[in-house]
């Protein structure tokens, strides 16, 4: 097995097709047929079918696939590691970010990183759950920050508190929602929600007590994937949503949302760094990690404690 036959297979993957896979690899198409054959021969079995439109992989194509993609982004950053460290040359690091850790630690770690390391090129995408578990484990993301997921980690992944979030959520609402003045839970019942991030994550209304106080479960309206798109959207909405109080503070205000004055205290957000456990990280990686923990200790001026 040679490397040139996993960036084939994952070019068919991308493209379906064995002439736009030649034009990608600047090969002819009769070379990516005969390679192809070679590699299935290799294996003994089919890793792609043909059909009028082009090709797909089969399931042992898409099971090798999903292992390629990791060895292939495994050399890649080995590669890049080596130059940095022969040549000084650029390196990249991945990070997923929850809308706090986006907030309090990025900025502050980021220019760290920037001003000892300038040859680092950072990647920053909003982190949900379960997606950024899926791509901490295939390799899209070195790195995510951001609270505890309910249904756990696995061995493979490890885990490190960095900070507890000293402002709460808040629950938004639209200036003239009918229960921009709701102070208690009671005042909500009824209340149409819109759900930021999966169900049982931070940004779902349910963990806020409703039942145990009685009341019946918030009726989710609407599910967006990242606070962007919460910002553009609830401003327009008779509904609610919850989002960290410094999201709020630089945000709601701007764009006509307000606070409901909630006597009840939410429970506090408590920052985590995410890291595969069964492969060793990167130099750049492990100094974005260092500028993160540095960063943490200074806003909280205590130590950040593992796991």
Same mark, same amino acid.
């Given at each position: 097995?040679?490397?040139?036959?996993?960036?084939?297979?994952?070019?068919?993957?991308?493209?379906?097709?064995?002439?736009?896979?030649?034009?990608?690899?600047?090969?002819?198409?009769?070379?990516?047929?005969?390679?192809?054959?070679? &590699?299935?021969?290799?294996?003994?079995?089919?890793?792609?079918?043909?059909?009028?439109?082009?090709?797909?992989?089969?399931?042992?194509?898409?099971?090798?696939?999903?292992?390629?993609?990791?060895?292939?982004?495994?050399?890649?950053?080995?590669?890049?590691?080596?130059?940095?460290?022969?040549?000084?040359?650029?390196?990249?690091?991945?990070?997923?970010?929850?809308?706090?850790?986006?907030?309090?630690?990025?900025?502050?770690?980021?220019?760290?990183?920037?001003?000892?390391?300038?040859?680092?090129?950072?990647?920053?995408?909003?982190?949900?759950?379960?997606?950024?578990?899926?791509?901490?484990?295939?390799?899209?993301?070195?790195?995510?920050?951001?609270?505890?997921?309910?249904?756990?980690?696995?061995?493979?992944?490890?885990?490190?508190?960095?900070?507890?979030?000293?402002?709460?959520?808040?629950?938004?609402?639209?200036?003239?929602?009918?229960?921009?003045?709701?102070?208690?839970?009671?005042?909500?019942?009824?209340?149409?929600?819109?759900?930021?991030?999966?169900?049982?994550?931070?940004?779902?209304?349910?963990?806020?007590?409703?039942?145990?106080?009685?009341?019946?479960?918030?009726?989710?309206?609407?599910?967006?994937?990242?606070?962007?798109?919460?910002?553009?959207?609830?401003?327009?909405?008779?509904?609610?949503?919850?989002?960290?109080?410094?999201?709020?503070?630089?945000?709601?205000?701007?764009?006509?949302?307000?606070?409901?004055?909630?006597?009840?205290?939410?429970?506090?957000?408590?920052?985590?760094?995410?890291?595969?456990?069964?492969?060793?990280?990167?130099?750049?990686?492990?100094?974005?990690?260092?500028? &993160?923990?540095?960063?943490?200790?200074?806003?909280?001026?205590?130590?950040?404690?593992?796991?």
């Amino acid at each position: 097995m040679r490397l040139r036959h996993l960036h084939l297979l994952l070019t068919l993957a991308q493209t379906g097709s064995l002439r736009a896979a030649a034009d990608v690899l600047k090969v002819t198409q009769p070379a990516v047929t005969k390679a192809l054959r070679q &590699f299935e021969e290799e294996l003994g079995t089919a890793l792609v079918l043909r059909h009028p439109k082009g090709v797909r992989l089969t399931p042992a194509g898409e099971l090798l696939a999903v292992r390629a993609a990791t060895v292939v982004r495994e050399i890649d950053r080995a590669r890049e590691e080596v130059a940095w460290l022969g040549e000084h040359a650029e390196a990249s690091v991945s990070v997923g970010l929850s809308p706090a850790a986006a907030e309090m630690l990025a900025p502050g770690a980021i220019a760290r990183l920037q001003s000892r390391w300038p040859q680092v090129r950072v990647r920053l995408m909003d982190a949900l759950y379960p997606d950024v578990l899926h791509q901490l484990r295939t390799g899209a993301l070195d790195l995510a920050l951001g609270p505890l997921p309910p249904t756990g980690l696995g061995p493979d992944v490890g885990v490190q508190t960095l900070i507890v979030v000293d402002s709460p959520q808040v629950i938004a609402a639209p200036k003239r929602h009918r229960l921009a003045q709701a102070r208690s839970l009671p005042d909500l019942d009824g209340a149409r929600w819109i759900l930021t991030g999966p169900a049982h994550g931070p940004g779902d209304p349910a963990h806020l007590g409703f039942e145990e106080a009685g009341l019946p479960a918030p009726k989710v309206i609407l599910q967006c994937e990242s606070f962007t798109t919460l910002l553009a959207v609830l401003p327009g909405m008779e509904a609610l949503a919850l989002m960290p109080r410094r999201f709020f503070d630089r945000h709601g205000a701007h764009i006509g949302l307000v606070a409901l004055p909630m006597a009840d205290a939410w429970p506090l957000t408590t920052i985590h760094l995410f890291q595969r456990t069964d492969r060793p990280q990167t130099l750049p990686t492990q100094r974005l990690i260092d500028c &993160f923990v540095q960063e943490a200790h200074g806003l909280r001026g205590t130590p950040a404690s593992k796991l």
